[in-house]
């Protein structure tokens, strides 16, 4: 069983930034991360290859915000600069244990972090 342990969430203002974090418990695994609207469905944001090498982002956070892998290639981060306030969502870090490439789709991932609030005021 694999845990996936977020942090870095919170509430900050319009155009602001934040970084999420997000570390499994062991090995390391290609990596995504979602968010859930109040009233809306989970959407996916990004997503990374376990290499590191790929990373994919929805459209509506491209340009603004950044997925990498940290040094040891276990954690993962979620940059999010120019943030707005549609933005705001549990934001959920997920691992596929079976793809290496990462992938846009929820269904592939196998585990899942407990979220993370971001709220982002205007």
């Known amino acids: 069983q694999v845990q996936l342990v977020e942090s870095g969430g919170g509430l900050v203002q319009a155009g602001g930034s934040l970084r999420l974090s997000c570390v499994p418990s062991f090995s390391t695994y290609a990596m995504g991360w979602f968010r859930q609207a109040p009233g809306k469905e989970r959407e996916f944001v990004a997503a990374i290859s376990r290499s590191g090498g790929s990373a994919y982002y929805a459209d509506s956070v491209k340009g603004r915000f950044t997925i990498s892998r940290g040094n040891a290639k276990t954690t993962v981060y979620l940059q999010m600069n120019s943030l707005k306030p549609e933005d705001t969502a549990v934001y959920y870090c997920?691992?596929?244990?079976?793809?290496?490439?990462?992938?846009?789709?929820?269904?592939?991932?196998?585990?899942w972090g407990q979220g993370t609030q971001v709220t982002v005021s205007s």
């Open positions: 997920a691992a596929d244990v079976t793809h290496s490439s990462g992938s846009y789709y929820a269904n592939e991932y196998d585990y």
